[in-house]
Nanobody
Framework: QLQASGGGLVQPGGSLGLSCEVS????????MYWYRQAPGKQRDLVAT???????DYPDSVKGRFTISRDNAKNMVYLQMNSLKPDDTAVYYC??????????????WGKGTQVTVSS
Protein backbone atom coordinates (compact mmCIF):
# COMPACT_ATOMS: atom_id res chain seq x y z
CA GLN A 1 0.00 0.00 0.00
CA LEU A 2 1.02 3.56 -0.66
CA GLN A 3 -0.11 6.35 1.62
CA ALA A 4 0.52 9.95 0.64
CA SER A 5 0.26 12.93 2.94
CA GLY A 6 1.13 16.60 3.12
CA GLY A 7 -1.27 18.30 0.75
CA GLY A 8 -3.09 21.49 1.53
CA LEU A 9 -3.68 25.12 0.62
CA VAL A 10 -0.72 27.37 -0.12
CA GLN A 11 -0.35 30.84 -1.58
CA PRO A 12 1.33 31.41 -4.94
CA GLY A 13 5.09 31.46 -4.48
CA GLY A 14 4.87 29.29 -1.42
CA SER A 15 6.23 25.84 -0.68
CA LEU A 16 4.74 22.53 0.28
CA GLY A 17 6.15 19.08 0.94
CA LEU A 18 4.50 15.76 0.22
CA SER A 19 5.47 12.38 1.56
CA CYS A 20 4.45 8.84 0.73
CA GLU A 21 5.11 5.61 2.57
CA VAL A 22 5.13 2.18 0.96
CA SER A 23 4.03 -0.60 3.26
CA UNK A 24 3.54 -4.31 2.88
CA UNK A 25 5.54 -7.47 2.24
CA UNK A 26 8.11 -6.94 -0.50
CA UNK A 27 11.81 -7.21 -1.24
CA UNK A 28 12.53 -3.72 -2.47
CA UNK A 29 11.18 -0.69 -4.26
CA UNK A 30 12.52 0.18 -7.70
CA UNK A 31 11.57 3.51 -9.25
CA MET A 32 9.19 5.84 -7.44
CA TYR A 33 7.11 8.58 -8.97
CA TRP A 34 4.83 11.50 -8.29
CA TYR A 35 1.95 12.27 -10.64
CA ARG A 36 -0.71 14.96 -10.57
CA GLN A 37 -4.15 15.38 -12.04
CA ALA A 38 -5.94 18.69 -12.34
CA PRO A 39 -9.73 18.82 -12.78
CA GLY A 40 -10.70 17.87 -16.31
CA LYS A 41 -7.13 16.99 -17.29
CA GLN A 42 -5.14 13.80 -17.67
CA ARG A 43 -2.83 12.50 -14.98
CA ASP A 44 0.71 13.73 -15.63
CA LEU A 45 4.08 12.56 -14.36
CA VAL A 46 5.87 15.28 -12.41
CA ALA A 47 8.85 13.52 -10.87
CA THR A 48 10.76 10.24 -11.06
CA UNK A 49 13.49 8.81 -8.86
CA UNK A 50 15.29 5.52 -9.39
CA UNK A 51 16.33 3.27 -6.54
CA UNK A 52 19.89 4.60 -6.62
CA UNK A 53 18.90 8.23 -6.86
CA UNK A 54 18.87 9.69 -10.39
CA UNK A 55 15.86 11.92 -10.88
CA ASP A 56 13.88 13.32 -13.77
CA TYR A 57 11.31 16.09 -14.13
CA PRO A 58 9.23 17.61 -16.90
CA ASP A 59 10.06 21.19 -17.86
CA SER A 60 6.90 22.43 -16.15
CA VAL A 61 8.32 21.71 -12.67
CA LYS A 62 12.08 21.47 -13.26
CA GLY A 63 13.95 23.73 -10.85
CA ARG A 64 10.94 24.07 -8.56
CA PHE A 65 10.14 20.49 -7.50
CA THR A 66 12.55 18.04 -5.89
CA ILE A 67 11.88 14.34 -5.44
CA SER A 68 13.83 12.34 -2.89
CA ARG A 69 13.56 9.00 -1.15
CA ASP A 70 14.61 7.17 1.97
CA ASN A 71 15.07 3.51 1.13
CA ALA A 72 15.43 2.50 4.77
CA LYS A 73 12.02 3.95 5.55
CA ASN A 74 10.37 3.05 2.22
CA MET A 75 9.45 6.68 1.76
CA VAL A 76 9.36 9.06 -1.18
CA TYR A 77 9.08 12.82 -0.86
CA LEU A 78 8.22 15.74 -3.11
CA GLN A 79 9.35 19.22 -2.14
CA MET A 80 7.49 21.85 -4.13
CA ASN A 81 8.76 25.43 -4.19
CA SER A 82 7.68 28.57 -6.03
CA LEU A 83 4.21 27.11 -6.40
CA LYS A 84 1.87 28.48 -9.04
CA PRO A 85 -1.91 28.25 -9.39
CA ASP A 86 -1.32 25.87 -12.31
CA ASP A 87 0.22 23.43 -9.82
CA THR A 88 -3.20 22.94 -8.27
CA ALA A 89 -4.09 19.27 -8.60
CA VAL A 90 -4.49 15.99 -6.80
CA TYR A 91 -1.02 14.53 -6.35
CA TYR A 92 -0.43 10.78 -6.41
CA CYS A 93 2.58 8.70 -5.46
CA UNK A 94 3.41 5.62 -7.46
CA UNK A 95 6.01 2.89 -7.13
CA UNK A 96 7.42 -0.17 -8.85
CA UNK A 97 7.65 -2.78 -6.10
CA UNK A 98 9.66 -6.01 -6.26
CA UNK A 99 7.46 -8.40 -4.31
CA UNK A 100 8.19 -11.65 -2.55
CA UNK A 101 7.18 -13.66 -5.64
CA UNK A 102 9.96 -11.85 -7.56
CA UNK A 103 7.52 -9.96 -9.71
CA UNK A 104 7.60 -6.19 -10.07
CA UNK A 105 4.18 -4.63 -9.67
CA UNK A 106 3.16 -1.01 -9.96
CA UNK A 107 1.07 0.54 -7.21
CA TRP A 108 -0.77 3.83 -6.79
CA GLY A 109 -1.39 5.70 -3.60
CA LYS A 110 -4.53 7.64 -2.83
CA GLY A 111 -4.18 11.22 -3.93
CA THR A 112 -3.61 14.27 -1.81
CA GLN A 113 -5.02 17.64 -2.82
CA VAL A 114 -2.69 20.57 -3.40
CA THR A 115 -4.35 23.94 -3.94
CA VAL A 116 -2.35 27.03 -4.84
CA SER A 117 -4.44 30.12 -4.38
CA SER A 118 -4.38 33.54 -2.77
Amino acid sequence: QLQASGGGLVQPGGSLGLSCEVSGDFFSINAMYWYRQAPGKQRDLVATITRNGPTDYPDSVKGRFTISRDNAKNMVYLQMNSLKPDDTAVYYCNADVLESDFRVRNYWGKGTQVTVSS
